[in-house]
């Protein structure tokens, strides 16, 4: 029965799907509050990590619970037809609540941006980026709780990074057996998202993204929303402001490029020091 219901919803006379916006950036950077915050606009429904909806179409995209899945993706894994399927789900989606707007967030996306890119030609790209340093601490502090790279042994995601950056040569196939932490290992998460997304965005005409430094969304986070709902035709509104003025916060110290230590600075590249002097990286 649901899944006549679903059917139904698909074919009925709504209007369509906008282009969904697309948040880009390493987890721990500060993509869940970003789309939280976006997600309180009225013409907003924001959704994250639907990972039980992408793999339903695509399986390959499930590299959590599955030993065969995949870290990166590009068009060449695309086929219109299960493209046609989660362009479905999505304004499914954007019925149900309401919403012109869908706004994804999952952060392995930055490794799949050509893939993404085949199946939604128009989306919108939002870049949130954080200094690596922080972001590799935060990850370790993730990974103590829940398992950042694999839960019970299972490290099959540190392996897929591993196998990705062998992919990308030097000096990138080079630095796994460089990381010997959980710190160090997130921060080679972090220098490989964050270089994907920015590879990716460089090639895009400017009005299809928009970059984000998280220093800037903290410490101006109304503006830097504003910004971004403006880059998508949308105008601010009271409750988003409340939420990002009473929710949007630095929880832990700033760092910078001076705390780092030589193997850091190594792992992290010439990317960790731009980030601490931009605010953009594409």
């Not at 948040?23 to 915050?37: D, P």
């Not at 601490?137 to 398992?147: A, L, M, P, T, V």
């Not at 760092?255 to 230590?261: E, I």
Request: aromatic share 10%; net charge positive; proline share 4%.
């Amino acid at each position: 029965m649901r899944g006549k219901i679903k059917n139904l919803l698909s074919k009925l006379p709504f209007p369509e799907l906008c282009d969904p916006v697309i948040i880009l950036g390493c987890g721990r950077s500060g993509t869940t509050i970003l789309g939280e915050a976006l997600g309180h606009h009225s013409n907003v429904f924001y959704t994250n990590e639907p990972r039980a909806l992408w793999q339903r179409v695509y399986p390959e995209t499930d590299i959590w619970g599955s030993q065969q899945g995949q870290l990166n993706l590009d068009e060449s894994d695309t086929d219109e037809f299960r493209n046609r399927q989660i362009r479905r789900l999505f304004k499914i989606m954007s019925i149900r609540h309401l919403s012109s707007t869908v706004v994804e967030k999952v952060p392995i996306r930055s490794f799949r941006t050509g893939f993404i890119d085949d199946i939604f030609p128009k989306a919108h790209y939002v870049h949130i980026f954080r200094n690596g340093l922080e972001v590799a601490r935060s990850i370790e502090s993730k990974h103590r709780k829940d398992g950042w790279f694999g839960r019970n042994g299972n490290n099959y995601k540190w392996q897929e990074l591993v196998r990705y950056a062998r992919t990308q040569g030097d000096p990138f196939d080079k630095l796994p057996k460089k990381c010997s932490t959980i710190y160090e290992k997130g921060l080679l998460e972090w220098r490989l998202s964050t270089r994907a997304a920015v590879d990716f965005l460089s090639g895009l005409p400017n009005h299809r993204y928009v970059e984000v430094p998280y220093r800037a969304f903290v410490d101006n986070s109304v503006e830097m929303t504003d910004y971004i709902l403006s880059s998508i035709g949308l105008q601010l509104e009271e409750q988003v402001e409340k939420f990002v003025e009473s929710n949007v916060n630095r929880r832990s110290p700033e760092l910078s490029v001076r705390d780092a230590s030589d193997v850091e600075l190594e792992i992290g590249g010439n990317l960790l020091r731009k980030c601490l002097q931009n605010d953009k990286l594409s």
